[in-house]
């Protein structure tokens, strides 16, 4: 092979290596956020709702529906109480609620997370869903960072998220305290939000999201 066909030859793999090298994705920066990551769930319901038992999907408010069309006689004859004047009465009375397996909190806005705070008073609102289904279980299947939304109202959401690499049950009415620690140490201008964290590898958000 002659000098010139050698030089040609080499100027060939070099455009050839080079429209290789523009043709491949980059490395891309992103912030994490396990609820736009395709890593979330359908809430499992295992528990009485008015003294009935059932097993339902959804989140609690679906939940809830799905009830109240198996056992509208149920429904018809109870009166839900109102879960924010009784947690509101126990703040302003000094009652200690006991943490038992919390961890630490972090308060919105938290680092690496881009989702933003939740309005109170429609928070309040989803706080009340959840805590119907309080004598019940929520279930969650196994992660690790694997969410389910457990309750929304007009673009304030609960969610829970499992750290765990096997599925989880904690008890529905607990989770919704978590919401209200939020509440009572994240609060600025009636916006709320954040992420606490359990012992047991779990952690509750509390952030706005489309229902």
């Known amino acids: 092979m002659?000098?010139?066909?050698?030089?040609?030859?080499?100027?060939?793999?070099?455009?050839?290596?080079?429209?290789?090298?523009?043709?491949?994705?980059?490395p891309v920066s992103r912030?994490?956020?396990?609820?736009?990551?395709?890593?979330?769930?359908?809430?499992?319901?295992k528990g009485p709702i008015h003294g009935v038992y059932v097993e339902l999907n959804g989140t609690a408010d679906e939940i809830y529906d799905q009830f109240s069309e198996l056992y509208p006689e149920v429904v018809a004859n109870v009166i839900i109480p109102d879960s924010v004047a009784t947690h509101?009465?126990?703040?302003?009375s000094n009652v200690e609620l006991v943490p038992r397996s919390k961890t630490n909190m972090l308060c919105y806005p938290v680092n690496a997370q881009n989702w933003g705070p939740a309005w109170i008073p429609y928070l309040y609102d989803a706080i009340n869903k959840l805590s119907v289904l309080g004598d019940g279980d929520c279930y969650v299947d196994g992660g690790p960072r694997w969410?389910?939304?457990?309750?929304?109202?007009?673009?304030?959401?609960?969610?829970?998220?499992?750290?765990?690499?096997?599925?989880?049950?904690?008890?529905?009415?607990?989770?919704?305290?978590?919401?209200?620690?939020?509440v009572?140490?994240?609060?600025?201008?009636?916006?709320?939000?954040?992420?606490?964290?359990?012992s047991d590898g779990y952690?509750?958000?509390?952030?706005?999201h489309s229902c």
């Open 2 to 26: 002659t000098k010139s066909m050698m030089k040609i030859l080499a100027v060939f793999l070099t455009l050839i290596t080079m429209v290789l090298a523009a043709s491949l994705p980059g």
């Open 31 to 45: 912030t994490v956020d396990v609820f736009n990551d395709g890593n979330n769930g359908v809430l499992r319901f």
């Open 88 to 92: 509101l009465a126990a703040r302003d």
């Open 147 to 182: 969410c389910v939304m457990l309750t929304c109202s007009r673009g304030d959401g609960i969610w829970l998220c499992n750290d765990n690499m096997y599925p989880i049950s904690p008890n529905c009415g607990y989770l919704a305290s978590y919401a209200w620690d939020m």
């Open 184 to 198: 009572f140490q994240c609060t600025h201008n009636d916006l709320t939000g954040g992420q606490e964290f359990d």
């Open 203 to 208: 952690n509750v958000v509390v952030r706005n």
